[in-house]
């Protein structure tokens, strides 16, 4: 789903390219493609864990597309459920040609 190399964080916009990474935690990385933009109409996110990758919706946490490993799915849900409006934003920004910014990461969680 994504290139192994990670200098697609790097990309420019515009001409169907670009990724803006938002927030990285545990591993994970959140990102809006831009490429995308048009191709879909429900605002999603990208989450990378090791070599897993997942399109999930912002509005419900639903995976679209790809897979994370349980424990990864659940951290994603937990950031979304905290920064739905952030992410809604983003995807927003991104639709309009704009870079969205950074989005603070899930911090202290205690283990269960």
């Given amino acids: 789903m994504w290139p192994r190399d ?3 964080f790097c990309a420019p916009l515009g001409a169907g390219g670009g990724v803006a990474e938002l927030a990285r935690f545990y591993g994970i990385v959140i990102a809006v493609f831009f490429r995308e933009l048009g191709q879909h109409n429900r605002p ?3 989450a990378q864990y090791a070599e897993h990758a997942a ?3 912002i509005v419900d946490g639903e995976v ?3 897979g994370l490993p349980r424990p990864a799915l659940r951290l994603v849900r937990e950031w979304l459920d905290l920064r739905r ?3 809604a934003a983003a995807w ?3 639709c309009e040609g704009r870079r ?3 989005i ?3 911090r202290g969680r205690r283990r269960k």
């Fill in 44 to 46: 999603h996110v990208h």
């Fill in 104 to 106: 603070r990461p899930l």
């Fill in 100 to 102: 969205p910014g950074k």
């Fill in 55 to 57: 399109s999930i919706a």
């Fill in 64 to 66: 679209l597309a790809g």
């Fill in 92 to 94: 927003e920004a991104a």
């Fill in 85 to 87: 409006e952030e992410a």
């Fill in 6 to 8: 990670w200098a697609w």
